[in-house]
């Protein structure tokens, strides 16, 4: 039995309302696997409203919910949220960093990043080895044969793009499968339109005075952002580790509630999620994939009297070096 229909089930005995909850700070990926969900359980019989906390800071993201007509509410904005309603977790899991536990009992997951272990699921489907949570939609929709709409699909197959480069970071067979079986319902023009969306004119001053102070020392480059929100910590990191020689990229923001790491690594020696880990090591959070992660440290947590930038590139260093050819 398609696994979408243990999830209907589940859901059909809620007590009050369904909702579907991405990661704060909704990604595209975050966002079409959450219209994709929610499509597909209507379809079943099922109606569940996306609720988000934290501002939707990417262009290209914005553009989504327009494009699409997709109906997300922040958190604040759903009066009816309380302790009888059910939310299932979309491309985050319970006791993330970067998702806020809402009075709502979380009793399904799906999500791709690394499992953080049994945390009371009724239904759960964490897949780390998948590229995006947009694939794992992608294949409920297939598994219970219910042709995805345009806008769905769509959505869903920038959500795949996005997430693994273009489909070369992370990616998995079932990226790709699902790549092909969404493409005959896509417009591929639509997807062209939200390429030509991606940053804003602001993001591109806030890269061009990043990119001055990048300072490469051996593979590793190393990037500092004054106050950059987080999708843009993440896209300057991906546009640093295209350069020539560069292997590994340390990107990081200050910020007054602390310092929001950005790893990234081309290289199978090192693991962004086990470099990040040993950066932040004794004062904060870490973690991610093999080829991209993230960490932070609250400014009162960092060791008193240590650069940051410092503190920062001898652990990069260091961990980066032990991993070295040769
Ligand atoms: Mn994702």
Redesign the pocket.
């Known amino acids: 039995m398609a696994r979408i229909h243990d999830l209907v089930e589940l859901l059909k005995q809620a007590p009050d309302e369904v909702f579907i909850q991405p990661h704060n700070v909704p ?1 595209p ?2 966002i079409a ?1 959450s219209f994709g969900l929610q499509q597909l359980l209507a379809a079943l019989g099922v109606e569940a409203v996306i609720v988000y906390e934290d501002d939707i800071e990417k262009a290209n993201s914005l553009s989504m919910l327009s494009a699409f007509g997709i109906d997300m509410r922040l958190a604040s904005s759903v009066h009816t949220l309380g302790a009888e309603d059910w939310t299932v977790l979309v ?1 985050v899991q319970k006791e993330n960093s970067n998702v806020t536990n809402l009075v709502t009992d979380e009793v399904a997951c799906i999500d ?2 690394q499992y953080n272990g049994p945390k009371g699921y009724r239904f759960e489907d964490v897949r780390p080895a998948i590229g ?3 694939a794992i939609i992608a294949e409920y929709f297939q598994e219970a044969a219910v042709e995805p709409s345009s806008n769905v699909a769509t959505a869903l197959l920038y ?1 795949i793009l996005m ?1 693994t480069d273009n489909l070369t970071r992370g990616v998995s067979g079932l990226d790709i499968d699902m790549f092909y079986w969404l493409y005959k319902h896509v417009d591929i023009s639509r997807i062209n339109e939200l390429k030509a969306n991606q940053i804003t004119a602001r993001d591109l001053q806030d890269y061009a005075r990043a990119f001055e102070g990048v300072e490469v020392y051996g593979e590793i480059g190393f990037l500092r952002l004054e106050n950059a929100n987080d999708s843009l910590l993440g896209a300057a990191s991906d546009i640093v580790i295209t350069v020539a020689g560069v292997n590994v990229v340390v990107s990081y923001a200050v910020r007054d509630a602390g310092i929001k790491y950005s790893t990234r690594s081309v290289t199978p020696r090192v693991n962004a999620g086990d470099l990040v880990r040993h950066i932040v090591d004794g004062y904060g959070i870490g973690g991610g994939h093999d080829s991209m992660a993230g960490g932070f440290i609250r400014r009162d947590s960092f060791p008193a009297g240590r650069s940051m930038d410092t503190f920062t590139k001898v652990r990069a260093v260091a961990f980066v070096e032990a991993r070295a050819d040769g």
Do not use: R, V
């Open positions: 990604d990926d975050a696997s491309d791709h990043h995006s949570c947009s959500g997430d």
